[in-house]
């Protein structure tokens, strides 16, 4: 692939206390790419998303967003790059203390000096976007699941971000709802032109919308390709997630025992 | 890992030092605390993230005009008491005249102040300590964080704004209540007119006795603020985390208050 | 963003040109909300906008919902591909009267 690169990351090493939790891991999000990030719990992959978003800083590598390694940034290029990304966490993390649409809007009163009633259109645009319309003087408390996982990605979108980051789309919604979801997210790249990191662990939602997939596991990078390089992947921890066998480790004896005994 | 026994001593020891490094960096937090707030009252304005004026206000309202009622009752309550002790221990001299001096003195030095306080940590910290809380499970302080809204700067600022402006002038109120209290009693026992217990407590009342008092309100309140934020800020573990924050952040800031005060009660007495 | 209001068929035509962002769609949402101002049915015309944000299209929304408030005529002209895709994103292609030049929106009013 020669189109540049949204997101490189090299060499990422990370702890959490003494605990390593990723392990050298090296990828590469072309622009208006939808790049998902596969693995189990357990597998680093919402530790990585962490990352890319800049909540953490990593032991040592670098992660570089639209050129810029945000592990050396300046707190100015940071917010400056923070008006082009837009995030969609996992409960939506919308502020329970505002109604839907004072959500969306929030990004645009802290960011722009756009008139008063350019702001509402543009909120109010992408509630229609995300099929919201009409829902936005309700609090988040009122509202469905799948509802503010829409909600949440209107206000991920409200900016226009050249990055957009998804995380579990679809866990905990319905079929329909989740299948409805994956078609606005390619939407939203096809129109755009958005590069998407979606993290999920919902194969089906992975294959739909994915142009390549990274499957992480235990901290590494175990394959990084297109859909149909991940299914003929010969790997077998690929093929155990793909085919949802649970993981079979060989057991060490001593060890084992050690941690039974405490000894 | 395997670990080596430790005798009980080395290991008391072991948590002592932990309780005390754990300590110095609680402190140390609040003091970054205090500092960044302050950085984004001053420049965030030029540098284009100012700290919400409506954000503050709202802040003020809920602590300091939602709590007048309850302030009201229990400094008028503690007045009558004041008023009751003070004539109880006062007869044995037969002094009880006097006692509208020890009324007016400990109200405005020492009990207007710290009842707002205790009342302000009780109310609004454990608010603050709760909604920050609940954020930062629900991962909203992150959302803010990713879309580049600085939650020191959109949290803490306006909260440390709302406590400097209110916990003094919470402390008048209280102080008010407090006089109003042994006003009464006073009256009913010793017969003492209003005017006369009015007259006898301005006369006695300095403006340092006030203002001592007031410069107390200020740290408390900062204390309150504190305490809730970083309560609300280090929790972890869902629901459960929230509660026992919430409970954390309350009897710290109650006792910083009441060890802030002996403290500034012994160096502005010395 | 450059902006220039020409005098058309009847028209007056806001030309839109480069890219229509966040730091200049205020600008050209007070030049079209100054030809409505002033009772003239308005153009837009964004046959030389490269790109066009949400903040610029919502300009656009509260020109025409303006138009419609003063009884004037209100429409888009020359749309590019780019910029068609953001109006069909929140499905405001079949809201706008659009069309493919100043000489086809006359034609096509008859």
């Not at chain 2, 006062?90 to 020890?102: I, P, S």
Request: glycine share 10%; charged share 20%; aromatic share 6%.
């Amino acid at each position: 692939m020669n189109a540049a690169a949204a997101i490189e990351v090299e060499g990422l090493v990370t702890h959490y206390g003494s605990r390593l939790i990723l392990d050298g891991v090296d990828f590469r999000v072309a622009q208006g790419e939808i790049m998902v990030i596969m693995g189990g719990s357990g597998s680093g992959k919402s530790t990585l998303l962490r990352h890319l978003l800049g909540l953490h800083a990593p032991t040592s590598g670098s992660i570089r967003l639209l050129g810029k390694d945000i592990t050396r940034a300046s707190a100015d290029e940071m917010h400056e790059l923070r008006t082009n990304m837009g995030v969609s966490f996992q409960g939506g993390a919308l502020l329970s203390s505002m109604t839907v649409a004072e959500n969306v809007m929030l990004p645009l009163r802290e960011h722009t000096r756009l008139d008063e009633q350019t702001m509402n259109i543009v909120a109010r645009m992408k509630l229609e976007v995300v099929n919201l319309g009409g829902f936005g003087d309700l609090r988040p408390s009122q509202l469905s699941g799948g509802m503010i996982k829409r909600a949440a990605l209107a206000r991920a979108i409200v900016m226009d971000p050249k990055l957009l980051f998804f995380d579990e789309p679809s866990a905990g919604l319905d079929p329909v709802v989740a299948a409805e979801l994956d078609e606005l997210i390619i939407k939203l790249r096809d129109s755009m032109q958005m590069t998407i990191v979606v993290v999920t662990h919902e194969l089906d939602s992975a294959f739909k919308i994915a142009d390549r997939i990274t499957v992480l596991d235990r901290g590494r990078i175990l394959l990084s390709g297109t859909v149909d390089e991940v299914r003929r992947s010969t790997n077998e921890r690929v093929q155990d997630l793909l085919n949802r066998r649970p993981r079979e480790e060989e057991i060490d004896a001593d060890e084992y025992l050690r941690r039974l005994t405490g000894g | 890992m395997a670990e080596t026994p430790r005798s009980g001593i080395a290991q008391n020891l072991e948590r002592i030092g932990r309780a005390c490094v754990d300590l110095l960096e609680e402190f140390g937090y609040y003091f970054a605390l205090i500092l960044e707030s302050l950085f984004w009252l001053a420049l965030g304005r030029s540098r284009r993230q100012p700290v919400r004026l409506s954000a503050a206000a709202q802040q003020m309202v809920e602590v300091g005009i939602d709590g007048l009622p309850i302030v009201f009752i229990l400094s008028f309550a503690i007045g009558v008491m004041l008023a009751i002790q003070g004539i109880h221990t006062l007869k044995q001299f037969g002094a009880e005249t006097q006692v509208v001096l020890g009324i007016a003195l400990s109200v405005t030095r020492e009990f207007g102040p710290l009842i707002t306080g205790i009342l302000v940590a009780g109310r609004s910290g454990s608010a603050l300590a709760a909604r920050i809380g609940t954020m930062n499970v629900n991962q909203e302080i992150d959302a803010l964080r990713v879309m580049g809204i600085n939650p020191v700067r959109y949290l803490v600022s306006p909260v440390m704004v709302a406590m400097v402006v209110m916990l003094p002038l919470v402390t008048l109120f209280s102080d008010l209540a407090a006089l109003l209290g042994g006003a009464v009693f006073c009256n009913l026992e010793l017969g003492l007119s209003y005017a006369a217990y009015w007259d006898q407590s301005t006369s006695f009342i300095t403006t340092d006795d006030i203002l001592q008092g007031l410069s107390k309100s200020v740290v408390f309140g900062v204390i309150i603020a504190l305490v809730g934020v970083t309560n609300g800020f280090m929790v972890s573990g869902g629901a459960e985390g929230v509660g026992k924050s919430t409970t954390r952040a309350v009897v710290l800031a109650i006792s910083y208050i009441v060890l802030a005060d002996m403290a500034f009660t012994y160096f502005l007495n010395k | 963003m450059a902006y220039e209001v020409m005098n058309q068929n009847g028209y007056d035509v806001v030309l839109l040109t480069d890219d229509v962002d966040l730091s200049c769609s205020p600008e050209a949402r007070k030049a079209i909300l100054a030809c409505l101002e002033r009772g003239r049915d308005t153009l837009v015309d964004l046959t030389a906008v490269t790109y066009i944000d949400s903040s610029g299209v919502a300009s656009l929304v509260e020109g025409f919902q303006t138009a419609k408030k003063k009884n004037l005529k209100f429409g888009l002209v020359g749309v590019s591909e780019a910029a068609m895709s953001v109006l069909e994103l929140a499905r405001l292609d079949k809201v706008f009267p659009i069309h493919a030049s100043v000489a086809a929106r006359v034609e096509a009013d008859g």
